[in-house]
């Protein structure tokens, strides 16, 4: 039996995404319809109710964000769409922007119409640029057929979107960086306070939310609460599209109802590990997220359930590697990423991902210094604890999950029952 489910995804092959009409005649706007009939308050206390996370990696509880975002003062607000998918290993947002264009536009009306905003803002990685005509296309059409624009479906309520693409920088997807970059700006976070809720883009109140988290918004208001609660468990409620990719034999986005363990996640749906080879490591959540290994295969994929295991549901990319690689050239190209990435904006970061490189190139090459070890671990604490922004919070993540779950292939002897 499947172990995916088609609830977000319940779009996806059944209509072009070319098409307005094609979407009409599957029932498509249904949702916004529904959400135009209701007043603010009811629309975030159902979205309080779905307990939704945000997608876009920090967890953030949906319903509490828009009833903070509603009753912030202003008559010009904006909704933003993180459509940024810079973390390694995610592409659940591109599946939807590619396959459900339309339902996206319907969580960002129905987000503008519940926290009072007049425009929403598309921040497309670049990389996607291929995808543009389409977001560009579904835009024009919904405008034309009156979903979108001045007056919508003669509900006295306006609201207009736009598209925007930085330059591929991964802290754009950041919620204070991409508006800099929308503004116009280098791509560098801003300081808080102010927040963006009260003051963001262009000075006014914001609201920054994921693709994922959108697309499930205008999910349950079509469907009820209750069925999207149907699924996934009574803590992590609802089903989530991951990121499965690396050694499996069928990479993919699938949508799972949260519970499923993640050895039927890597093994059932992802088909295991390809030409023979065993399990190493995985690595959910994206370059900022952090590993585990074979013996905690048995977790059910719940926030809940990780957390318990030092892990993270992060973007849900699902990184899996096979024996074939070793854990410290793993680790190796994440630090590589991370100062890449990194912005140059704080000390800690800047420099902290520079030194951190050195000693892990002394690892790789078998040359690493008695202390080696502890000074990394020291710069990682002190990154995570005094960083200017996300990046440099998580960017040692990997590494202090890799110590913890393979310490032998730091050098360290270890008893097998000390592990973890
Ligand atoms: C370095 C960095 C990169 C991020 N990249 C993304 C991204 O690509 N997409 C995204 O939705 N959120 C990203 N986030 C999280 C956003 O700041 C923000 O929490 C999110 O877009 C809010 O939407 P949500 O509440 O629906 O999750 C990133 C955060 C950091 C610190
Ligand atoms: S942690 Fe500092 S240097 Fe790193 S991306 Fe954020 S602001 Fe820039």
């Not at 803002?121 to 977001?135: A, Q, T, V």
């Not at 996300?390 to 202090?400: D, I, M, P, R, W």
């Amino acid at each position: 039996m499947s172990k995916t489910v088609s609830i977000i995804t319940e779009n996806f092959g059944k209509y072009d995404p070319s098409s307005i009409d094609s979407y009409l005649s599957i029932g498509g706007f249904s949702a916004v319809k529904k959400a135009l009939a209701m007043s603010s308050g009811e629309i975030i206390e159902m979205t309080k109710k779905a307990a939704v996370k945000g997608r876009g990696g920090a967890a953030y509880d949906t319903g509490r964000k828009w009833a903070q975002a509603a009753s912030v003062q202003g008559d010009d607000k904006v909704v933003i769409c993180n459509a940024d998918e810079g973390e390694p290993c995610t592409f659940k947002d591109r599946s939807i922007i590619s396959q459900d264009p339309f339902r996206l536009l319907e969580g960002m009306i129905i987000a503008g119409y519940t926290v009072g905003a007049k425009n929403g803002y598309i921040y497309l990685r670049e990389e996607y640029r291929h995808l543009k005509p389409l977001l560009l296309n579904a835009i024009r059409e919904s405008t034309e057929k009156g979903y979108l624009g001045d007056n919508i479906l003669g509900s006295g309520f306006s609201f207009h979107i736009h598209l925007y693409s930085g330059a591929g920088a991964y802290v754009c997807g950041e919620g204070s960086t991409l508006i800099e970059s929308i503004e116009g700006k280098s791509g560098r976070p801003r300081i808080k306070p102010p927040f963006i809720k009260e003051c963001g883009l262009f000075q006014l109140p914001t609201l920054v939310n994921n693709v994922e988290t959108l697309a499930i918004a205008a999910t349950f208001i079509q469907h009820g609460v209750e069925e999207y609660l149907s699924h996934g468990t009574p803590d992590s409620p609802g089903t989530k599209i991951i990121s499965l990719a690396g050694n499996v034999k069928n990479p993919g986005a699938y949508e799972i109802p949260f519970g499923l363990t993640l050895r039927e996640i890597i093994y059932d749906i992802g088909g295991g590990i390809p030409d023979g080879h065993e399990l190493k490591l995985f690595q959910l959540g994206g370059a900022s997220g952090k590993v585990g290994d074979a013996s905690i295969l048995d977790t059910p994929y719940t926030y809940e359930a990780l957390a318990k295991q030092g892990l993270v549901v992060g973007s849900g990319g699902i990184l899996v590697v096979d024996d074939r690689t070793r854990v410290i050239d793993f680790v190796k190209s994440v630090q590589d990423f991370f100062i890449h990435e990194s912005c140059g904006k704080c000390t800690p970061c800047r420099e902290g991902n520079r030194q951190i490189a050195k000693i892990i190139d002394r690892f790789v090459d078998g040359n690493q210094h008695q202390d080696d070890l502890q000074t990394a671990e020291r710069f990682a604490n002190i990154m995570k604890n005094c960083a200017f922004c996300g990046l440099g919070e998580t960017a040692q993540s990997t590494l202090l999950s890799a110590i913890n779950h393979f310490p032998e292939e730091f050098g360290l002897e270890v008893a097998a029952s000390e592990k973890h």
